[in-house]
Structures are given as structure tokens and as C-alpha cells.
């Protein structure tokens, strides 16, 4: 680890000041004091945000929920709202991580944790994400957990969230503050970038901004699943993962939200499989289309090219169980 | 005094006439208390405060030799004192019981990954960012070998491993059914908790290591060695072990590296490995290619076994995963035919995990038998019970105990193993395909020199003391039992001294050989403490029962404490004799387990599993059934998630973190039964016990593979079963 100088934020000033100046935010710590360890990240400062008042969970005016930055994954997944309204969210929290991991990882953090990718971690390995123009080791190597969709030759690697997965297909709002103390919101989807010639660069956030909150719109009656397909039990990154809200009148599809996990550099939405199946009856057929949609430009690089039929399954099965279609 | 036994001849079942009532029971490990709560210390926790700090710099070229270390540079960071490149580093860890200096000299660089500096400093934060950006140049030799099926690898045979018996070519083709099949296993990590540690310190000539290893008295010489002196001037300490399962057997990298860094700074030197480096720089399970043929007549009754393995480790080094172990003894059959081939290989040294040989051998042999019943039409369990052999199949020798027919029976009644669907995807809960698996379970039996003091002091308390180790398997508890027991005084007054060179040289935890050994050791110093109490007595031993301190002799009581007026002490020492060699001896087991894989990702969960095992006389039944748990739940790991990835492109290990090297966590861990047999085998020891930490994981891993056959009609014979290889077979949707 190379020495830092350590900050405590008081206000939300001091965070977008420090951060502008290079700093880096600290929230769990969970994902950058590892990088840290590994010299992936080198920051010569971090600055520590835990002591703002960015905790809590509210309901807004619109009937939805904010979610501040500093909300654990635990306390996030346990509450009562979570729970009822917006249960693929609780889902995908719980099935992320491990206990102890969520009791200090935060909703901030968790958007902002960076690809699981082996070389990434391996500052002795060429790497286009880690430091630009040497390469990517993995297109050719141990890949079995990238990504198949959204990549670029130069870079392969996919986003580990679970939450954020659910958070894209709930259509979230990311309520960021810019060092000049101006708030902003942000599409969960337009936060992350595809990796096209600069993989450094995965998000659309400024030098200086924080994360302050989640926003959830109003929720939506739909039947959710979160369904996680992994090596192990728990405490494995998702190979494939599906959010889905869907919801069946009249024989015919009426509300249907899907976002994929494992599978892109960034939780992955393609509102042209929603628009497939709205306003259809429920078939294998019409599943089978919509994972043609998915996976029309899926790429895999060997060691991932199983994630294609997996994610055609998955994805079968979700809709089929929450349209109650027998396979 | 010294109680010498070297087992020559069967023993009698002295144990089953002391009246102490220890032995055998279920006791909770001793050190328990003391590891939850922290005063258990592991290496990486002693030392005052003044030491220094080591990290081991690592080579990132797969083979080549290292021209210069920046050393002005490094030196130059904050809190570095010393960059040590002493040739006496070791390159390799050293194979259990080498007993002498391992492959030293960090300058040629045999693979990636291997040590190749280590810089000191006064923080571990500190070195390691040294470490980590030291600027290393290296003459870069093109030749490395990083895939062991590469036909390129140079391959040795060694010739006694190449073994024909009758003639298998023409059995295979006589045969009514016969299996013909490959199968591979993934390298492995033992991934104990307690990464790789040593502290070391030096007093004028003579140097103490404070390390995590498990055969004390073989790593003390292996450090002597390594560093040029006499054995007289060193001292190995290991009191706590936080698992070693065969990765600390000998000494690792960082022990020599800490003992040269304390020399030359004149101070205390820990070195600690990082997870990574513990992945990168310790023993490796080897991975395996395996043929297996079996040819059997219309009963099912085997007529010829093949067994060819290739399996790989570095240039020169002695050890190479003895995959046939078991199929040599277990099934009866004529004709017979193995082949051991060494691919070498620039890949991290390949040593001793958890039963080297039978723990990857059987996934393959009890996967054949599966294929071999279900190809024949016959019951798995019936299909074992019909070839179990009534001498050695292959040497003129006979069994010291057999009880493999009566775990099979047993495990398959106390299962449910008749209410098995044998057709393969029959049986369904929603979206889950549900199957059943079994398979036998051998593991060959081994004595070891030991010795063992035992003190029994004049207030009728005792002391055990020898450098024998408890890596987390039981050690302090069963010692105590047996001293209890011999000496008819309960346990709270029995102390028990471990890991310490200074104490009599035990046989090291290793290959299940360290109960039976050192237990056996205690064993014979109590008997003499015996013979001292009746001398006192002026009786004969055979007349003594002592039960919580109190001697019936004759129809009198007497109290120990009493009779005694000063501290009785001996030293048991035992050794391995013809019994070794006259006959064979082994531990067997059945293993059953039930799966459910999902039919539309593959994913496979287990359900629940049962093995029935027997072991001789079982000192413990608690921790004996935790060893059969803990090798079960690792057969769970072989079976399904456990991997260690090589880029073939450099060797170099991608997945070198806990995160990636998936072993079982808690939800991947079923309801779990192990059942011991009631038996004693009088050849294995004087306690007539054998070795249990490595039976439970022999096989395990195959009834799950079985079971997923079962389950889905899908043969995954490429370890580990994960989605994507089951998914391959599932039915389209
Ligand atoms: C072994 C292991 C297994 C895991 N398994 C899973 C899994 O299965 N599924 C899953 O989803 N996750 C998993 N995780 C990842 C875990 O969820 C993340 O590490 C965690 O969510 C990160 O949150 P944090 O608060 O600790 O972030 P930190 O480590 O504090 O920060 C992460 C990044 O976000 C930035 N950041 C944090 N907060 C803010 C903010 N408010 N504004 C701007 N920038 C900010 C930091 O600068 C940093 O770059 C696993 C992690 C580990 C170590
Ligand atoms: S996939 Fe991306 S993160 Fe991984 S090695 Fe390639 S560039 Fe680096």
C-alpha cells in the first residue's frame, strides 16, 4: 500500500473540494481499501465521507424513495419499504457480497465498485482499465466472468453489482454534487460508460463529485424477481443476473422493466426486449425473441461463450415464472 | 526411562481395559476456547513489537533468471532497512518430511510467482509497497512449460510407477461391459485460514522460528540446512496452526527468508503472506489426467483395471501426486495396468494436499465404477460389494481389517439408497433435477517414528509433552484422552505441551499418520508409568485399575497422589515395523449424496450427504467427526467449485484470492453425517487406531459427481462440475 494522507469530511464541501483536489472518496471501503492494498489505486489522499449526513432513506414527494449514499447494503435490503415496494432491490442486495461485507459496503460505494476482472487486480499484468494503452490480458485469457455484451476490443470487463442491477431496472436517479455545491441527477443508466477506446474512464461523474443519493421513482405493481446465477451458493459475483418487473393483464403484458447483471461493463438495460414483449400474451416463442434482442451482438471470448446460452435461459425462466408460463 | 515399541507383531486391546472412560468419547478440542477468544497466538501475531517486517518479492516471468534489483531505488522508500537476495533463500517450499534445504537460490526463475527477494521494513505497509514496486530486470529464457498436456512438457516415468499384471488389452476386449474413459482434475490449494507465517529471531549462533508448520522435527532440519548450521542452533515453535492440510508440511519461502533478514539486521524478522502469495508460493495440489479402464464379465465381477495418470510439478522436484494409491488396493480384479507419467513444468511446486493420490484418484476410479454399473445395468453399491478383494489384489498380503462391504450396507440402509430412481434425469421437483451418488472411500494407513514424555507429576497431575502439532485437527484433546485413560486420571488434570523442537521429535501432522503416531508414543510412555505405579504397589500392572486418580489393586484403594513421593517421568517411542510391510493396512468408507442440479442453469446444490467410514478404534468421536466432516465438505470443493487457474500464456495463477478460488462456503454445505464403524485393528498400533483426516475427503467429491449423472444424465469427467459443463448436456427450453 503507498502511504495517503487521510481526511474526514464535516460537510459536503469538504468531500467535493478534497475530491476535486485527487482525492479519493471513501465510503465502506470494502472495494478501494483492497485496491489500495494491491496498488491498483494509489491515491495520494482519501477523504472520508462516513461522518455526512447521508444515511437515511426517505420517501419523497413523487411517492418514491431516497436513498442516501451512506445506506449499507444490509440496512438497505432490511427496510420495510424495500421490502414491500421494491423487493427485487432487497433481493439483489441480499444475494450480493456477504453479510459482513453489506453491513459496511454503501449505496454509493456499491455503484462506484469497479470490475472483478483477475488482471485488473494484478498490477504485474498489462490491463487497459488499470493503466491505458498497455493491453488487455484477459480478451485472450482467464475471462469466465466478463462481459459479452457492450465490450471493446479493448476492454472485456463486466460491472460485479448486484444492487445496481435492480436499481436499473427500477429506472433509478443518481443525485450527484458537483464541487461548486450544485446538484445535479443523473439516469442511473447514463452513469456508466461502455469501454470503448478508453476503458480508464467508466463513468460519466466529474473530478470533485459525490454521490448524495439513490432516487426511486413511485413503484411500479409488477411481480419482481431478482434471480443471481453463480459458482457458489453465496459469495459469488453473479455469472449472469436478472432484475425483472413484469406484469400480465388480460392474457397480454403490461408493465415489463429487465436489466442484466454479468453479462456488459455496466448493468445492462435494452428497452427494445420491453418493447418486444409489451402488449403480448406470455409465450416460449415471444421469450425466445426476447433474448434474440439481448443477445443478438453478444460476443464471447472462450472461456465466457457459455454466459450466451446461460443468459438465454435465465432469462427464459424469469419471464416464464413471472408470467406463470410453463416451460 | 524410555518405552521402545517397534510394531512387529499385532497388539492386544489394552485401551478397552483401562477404566478411565475417556477414550473414544466425544470431547471438545481443548484449544477451542482459546482460538475463539484470541489467545491462541499464530505466528503472525508474536513478537514484542520491535521487529522488523518482511515481504517477499515475487518473479513475474515464468522462467529466466533476475540480472538486477534496483536496490538504491527501494532502499530509498520510506521505512525500507534491508533488501536480502541471498542465494539461501528458497526458490521452492520443501515437500513433507524433505528433511534437508529445499531448491534455494532466487535468482533462476523456475515460475511465476516464486520468491525472488524479500524487502524488510519497519511496517508491513511499508514493505509491501517496496515489494510491490521494486524495479526487477530479468534474462528471459523462452522455453517455459506452462501447460502440463502440452506435448512439448518433458515427461518422466519412473519405472517402478509402470506397472502390467496379466494383461489388460485382451480383458478389455473379452469383457461383457468395460469403461474406457479420461478424466481431469484442476490444481488446488490447501486455502488454510491461517496464511503462511513465520517470525524468527536470533540469539548469538542460535535461532528461533515461531512459524505455521506441521512436522516440526523434519522443518527444523530443513532450516538448518537452508541456512548452513548446525541443527543444535535451531528452534522450531508452532503451538498453534490455523489448518495446514498437507501446505505445511515442510518449510515454505518465507521462514528461511525471515530467519537470513533477523541475522543480518540483528533484530526480530515476521514475514507474512499475503493471500496471494500463499496461492503462488506454497504447495499446490497437481493437476491430473487420468485414464481409467475397467473390463468386468456379465456379474459385474471386474476382470482387468487400468490406471494412467500424468500429472506435473517443477523440474527436479521429487514429489508427484500419487493418483493410483487407492486403485491398487481397492477392487479385486486380474489383470491389472498402471502407467505414472511427470510432465515438468514452470508452474507454482506441486506438493502434498489432503490424501495426495486418493483425493483426485478416486474422483476418477469411483466415476468409472458408476459408468461401469450403469452400463452393466447394475446397482453402484452392489457393483463395489461384488469386487471387493479378500487378500491384496495385486502383493501376497493380507488386510490388517477390511470393512468396506459393511459401510457400503450400512451407508446404503441408513441413506435410503433403495428408494434411488437409476435412470439418470427421472426425477424432478419444479425446476430442480434431483439425483443420488455414492462411491467408496480408501485411504492407505501409515506409522511414523514418534516419541512423546509424559510426566506424571507427584500431585497426580501430568504433563505430555512432545513437538507433534495440532493444525486445528484435535491433537492437544486426543493426547490427553489417551494419557487419561492409560493413567486413570480425568482430563482437567492433564496438561498437554505442543510444537516446540525442545520437546521428544513426534511424527508431524501429516498423511493421517499423527494420531496413530504420537498417540501411540503417549500410549507407551503412560504404560511404563504404569509398571512404575505397580512397582510402588509391588504389584503387577495387569492388577491395576486406576480411575480418577484412585488404584484398585487387590481388592485395595489407593490414591495417586498419595503414593506418590516424587515426579515419575518416561519417553514412549515408537516405530514402525514388519506390521508396515506384512500386511495392509487401510481405512475405508462409503460415501452417499444427493444432489438437486437446476435444469435451467446448471447450477448444482447438495443436498445432503452420509459417509460410513471405519477407522480402528476412533480416540474421539467428536473430532474424528469433524476430520470426515472437513474432508467431505473439500469433497464438495473438488466436486463442484475448486480451481486454481493457470494462464497458460506465463503459468502465472489468476485467480489468487479468496474471492475467485471458490472453496465451499456455508450455503454450499448440506446437512453432513458421518458414521464411524465399531473396529480395532491390531496391526496399525498398540491404541489399534488408524489415521481418519484424510478418509473422508477420499471419494467424497464422486458420489457428487455420480449424483449429478443421476440427476441430470449429464458425465462431467472435467473437474470441477461447474454450470457451464453440466449446462452443455441439459435439455433445450
Ligand atoms: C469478497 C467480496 C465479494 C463481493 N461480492 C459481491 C457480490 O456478490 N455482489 C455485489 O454486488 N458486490 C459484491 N462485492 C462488492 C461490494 O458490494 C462492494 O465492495 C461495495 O458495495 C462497495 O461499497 P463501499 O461503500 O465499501 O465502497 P468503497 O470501497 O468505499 O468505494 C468504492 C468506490 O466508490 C467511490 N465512492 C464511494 N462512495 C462514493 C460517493 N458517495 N460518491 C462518489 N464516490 C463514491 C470510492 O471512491 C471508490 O472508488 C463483494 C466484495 C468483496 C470484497
Ligand atoms: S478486460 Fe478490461 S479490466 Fe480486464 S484486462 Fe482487459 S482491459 Fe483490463
Known amino acids: 500500500m503507498k502511504s495517503f494522507e487521510y481526511a474526514r469530511a ?38 472520508d465521507i462516513n461522518r455526512l449526513d447521508l444515511g437515511t432513506i426517505d420517501v419523497t414527494e413523487e411517492g418514491g424513495l431516497r436513498i442516501g449514499a451512506l445506506v449499507t447494503n444490509s440496512d438497505l435490503a432490511g427496510h420495510s419499504t424495500v421490502k414491500r415496494d421494491y423487493e427485487v432491490l432487497s433481493r439483489a442486495l441480499l444475494a450480493g457480497a456477504s453479510a459482513q461485507l453489506r453491513n459496511k459496503a454503501t449505496t454509493g460505494g456499491n455503484l462506484l465498485q469497479r470490475t472483478r476482472c483477475g488482471y485488473f487486480y494484478d498490477t504485474a ?40 442491477v435492480a436499481m436499473m431496472a427500477l429506472n433509478a436517479i443518481v443525485e450527484v454534487e458537483g464541487h461548486d455545491g450544485t446538484s445535479r441527477q443523473i439516469a442511473l443508466n447514463d452513469l456508466y460508460c461502455l469501454p470503448g477506446t478508453t476503458p480508464d474512464i467508466e463513468t460519466t461523474l466529474q473530478p470533485g463529485d459525490l454521490i448524495t443519493a439513490v432516487r426511486l421513482p413511485k413503484p ?17 459475483f453473479a455469472l449472469v443476473s436478472i432484475a425483472a418487473l413484469v406484469k400480465v393483464e388480460d392474457g397480454k403484458i403490461s408493465t415489463a422493466a429487465l436489466a442484466f447483471g454479468g453479462l456488459a461493463p455496466k448493468p445492462w438495460r435494452n428497452s427494445e426486449i420491453e418493447a418486444e414483449l409489451m402488449g403480448k400474451a406470455p409465450s416460449n416463442a415471444l421469450f425466445d425473441r426476447a433474448a434474440d434482442i439481448l443477445l443478438t451482438d453478444a460476443q464471447g471470448y472462450g472461456e465466457n461463450d457459455f454466459k450466451i446460452p446461460l443468459a438465454r435461459r435465465t432469462l427464459k425462466a424469469v419471464l416464464s415464472t413471472l408470467t406463470e408460463v410453463s416451460q | 526411562m524410555t518405552a521402545h515399541l517397534k510394531m512387529n507383531e499385532s497388539q492386544p486391546p489394552v485401551l478397552d481395559e483401562m477404566a478411565q472412560g475417556v477414550i473414544g468419547t466425544p470431547t471438545p478440542r481443548r484449544d477451542g476456547p482459546l482460538k475463539v477468544t484470541g489467545q491462541a497466538t499464530y505466528a503472525a501475531e508474536v513478537g514484542d513489537g520491535t521487529e522488523a517486517v518482511g515481504m517477499l518479492v515475487r518473479a513475474t516471468i515464468a522462467k529466466g533468471r533476475v540480472t538486477s534489483i534496483d536496490e538504491t531505488a527501494t532502499l530509498a522508500l520510506p521505512g525500507v532497512l534491508t533488501i536480502i537476495t541471498d542465494e539461501r533463500m528458497l526458490r521452492n517450499p520443501a515437500q513433507g518430511g524433505a528433511n534437508e534445504a529445499p531448491v534455494q537460490g532466487p535468482r533462476d526463475v523456475a515460475y511465476f510467482g516464486q520468491p525472488i527477494a524479500l524487502v524488510v521494513a519497519e511496517t508491513f505497509e511499508h514493505a509491501r509497497h517496496a515489494a510491490q514496486n521494486i524495479s526487477v530486470t530479468y534474462e528471459i529464457l523462452p522455453d517455459a512449460i506452462t501447460d502440463f498436456l502440452d506435448g512439448d512438457a518433458p515427461i518422466e516415468r519412473p519405472a517402478a510407477k509402470q506397472i502390467e499384471q496379466g494383461d489388460i488389452e485382451s480383458a478389455m476386449r473379452d469383457a461383457a461391459f468395460s469403461v474406457d474413459a479420461t478424466y481431469t482434475t484442476p490444481s488446488q490449494n490447501s486455502a488454510a485460514m491461517e496464511p503462511h507465517a513465520s517470525i524468527a529471531w536470533w540469539d548469538g549462533e542460535k535461532v528461533t522460528l515461531h512459524s505455521s508448520l506441521q512436522m516440526l522435527k523434519f522443518n527444523r532440519n530443513e532450516l538448518a540446512d537452508s541456512l548452513g548450521i548446525d541443527p543444535e542452533n535451531v528452534r522450531v515453535l508452532a503451538p498453534y496452526v490455523g489448518g495446514g492440510f498437507g501446505s505445511k508440511l515442510g518449510l515454505a519461502p518465507e521462514a528461511v527468508a525471515a530467519a537470513l533478514a533477523a541475522k543480518e539486521l540483528g533484530r526480530p524478522v515476521r514475514v507474512v503472506m499475503t493471500r496471494p502469495q500463499v496461492f503462488e508460493t506454497t504447495m499446490r495440489r497437481s493437476a491430473t489426467h487420468q485414464r481409467l479402464r475397467l473390463a468386468a464379465n456379465e456379474q ?58 486418493e483425493a483426485v484418484g478416486m474422483l476418477a476410479l469411483e466415476n468409472a465404477m458408476d459408468e461401469l454399473a450403469h452400463d452393466a445395468g447394475i446397482d453402484p453399491v452392489e457393483l463395489r460389494l461384488r469386487n471387493i478383494p479378500e487378500d491384496h489384489p495385486e502383493k501376497d498380503k493380507k488386510f490388517s481389517s477390511h470393512c468396506l462391504a459393511d459401510c457400503l ?32 472411500a480408501a485411504r492407505g494407513n501409515i506409522l511414523h517414528e514418534a516419541k512423546a514424555r509424559v510426566i506424571l507429576h507427584s500431585d497426580a497431575t501430568v504433563s505430555v509433552e512432545t513437538d507433534m502439532t495440532d ?120 460415501h ?37 466432516h472437513g474432508g467431505m465438505i473439500f469433497g464438495i470443493g473438488s466436486a463442484l467449485t475448486e480451481e486454481l487457474v493457470h494462464d497458460l500464456r506465463d503459468g502465472h495463477i489468476v485467480n489468487h484470492n479468496l474471492a475467485e478460488y471458490h472453496v465451499p462456503v456455508n450455503l454450499d454445505v448440506p446437512q453432513i453425517d458421518a458414521v464411524f464403524l465399531e473396529e480395532r485393528d491390531s496391526w496399525a498400533n498398540p491404541m489399534q487406531s488408524k489415521g481418519v483426516g484424510e478418509l473422508g475427503i477420499s471419494g467424497a467429491g464422486a458420489a457428487i459427481t455420480n449424483a449429478i449423472f443421476n440427476a441430470t444424465g449429464v458425465r462431467v469427467r472435467d473437474y470441477p462440475a461447474t454450470l457451464d459443463k453440466v449446462l452443455k448436456g441439459l435439455p433445450e427450453m
Not at chain 2, 477 to 506: C, N, S, Y
Not at chain 2, 600 to 616: C, Q
Open chain 1, 10 to 47: 464535516e460537510t459536503r464541501l469538504d468531500a467535493t473540494t478534497d475530491a476535486r483536489n485527487g482525492a479519493a472518496i471513501i465510503a465502506g471501503g470494502t472495494n478501494l481499501l483492497d485496491l489500495m492494498k494491491l496498488e491498483v489505486m494509489t491515491p495520494q489522499s482519501i477523504v
Open chain 1, 125 to 164: 499484468m498489462p490491463c487497459n482499465k488499470r493503466a491505458p494503452g498497455t493491453g488487455c490480458q484477459a480478451k485472450e485469457g482467464f475471462n469466465r466472468s466478463l462481459a459479452v455484451l457492450g465490450t471493446s476490443e479493448h476492454c472485456i470487463a463486466s460491472h460485479p453489482s448486484d444492487m445496481a
Open chain 1, 220 to 236: 411500479v405493481e409488477a411481480s419482481q424477481i431478482y434471480r443471481k446465477v453463480r459458482d457458489r451458493s453465496s459469495y459469488a
Open chain 2, 300 to 357: 459385474g465381477e471386474l476382470t482387468a483395471i487400468g490406471h494412467d495418470a500424468l500429472v506435473s510439478n517443477l523440474p527436479g522436484e521429487a514429489f508427484s501426486e500419487p493418483v493410483a494409491l487407492a486403485t491398487h488396493f481397492l477392487y479385486a480384479g486380474k489383470n491389472r495396468s498402471y502407467s505414472h507419467q511427470i510432465a515438468r513444468v514452470n508452474l507454482t511446486c506441486a506438493g502434498s494436499m489432503r490424501a495426495p493420490g
Open chain 2, 409 to 440: 450396507t450400512t451407508g446404503a440402509k441408513r441413506f435410503g439408497w433403495e428408494k434411488r430412481n437409476p435412470t439418470p434425469g427421472a426425477v424432478r421437483e419444479g425446476e430442480w433435477l434431483i439425483g443420488v451418488g455414492m462411491s467408496s
Open chain 2, 471 to 590: 493444525i486445528g485437527t484435535g491433537t492437544y484433546t486426543i493426547l490427553a484422552q489417551i494419557a487419561g485413560e492409560m493413567l486413570g486420571l480425568p482430563l482437567d488434570r492433564i496438561e498437554v505441551k505442543l510444537g516446540d523442537t525442545d520437546f521428544p521429535p513426534a511424527a508431524g501432522s501429516g498423511g493421517s499418520w499423527g494420531a496413530g503416531s504420537t498417540g501411540s508414543a503417549v500410549f507407551l510412555a503412560c504404560q511404563t508409568l504404569r509398571s512404575e505405579i505397580a512397582d510402588l504397589l509391588g504389584t503387577d500392572p495387569a492388577e491395576l485399575t486406576i480411575k480418577d486418580g484412585s488404584i484398585i489393586s487387590g481388592n485395595v484403594q489407593h490414591e495417586l497422589a498419595q503414593l506418590l513421593t516424587r515426579d515419575l517421568s518416561a519417553i514412549g517411542h515408537i516405530e514402525p515395523g514388519k506390521t508396515s510391510d506384512e500386511v495392509e493396512q487401510a481405512t475405508f468408507g462409503a
Open chain 2, 592 to 628: 452417499f449424496a444427493e444432489v438437486a442440479v437446476n435444469a435451467v442453469t446448471g447450477e448444482t446444490r447438495v443436498r445432503r450427504m452420509l459417509g460410513v467410514f471405519s477407522a480402528g478404534r476412533i480416540l474421539n468421536m467428536q473430532t474424528a467427526r469433524s476430520q470426515c
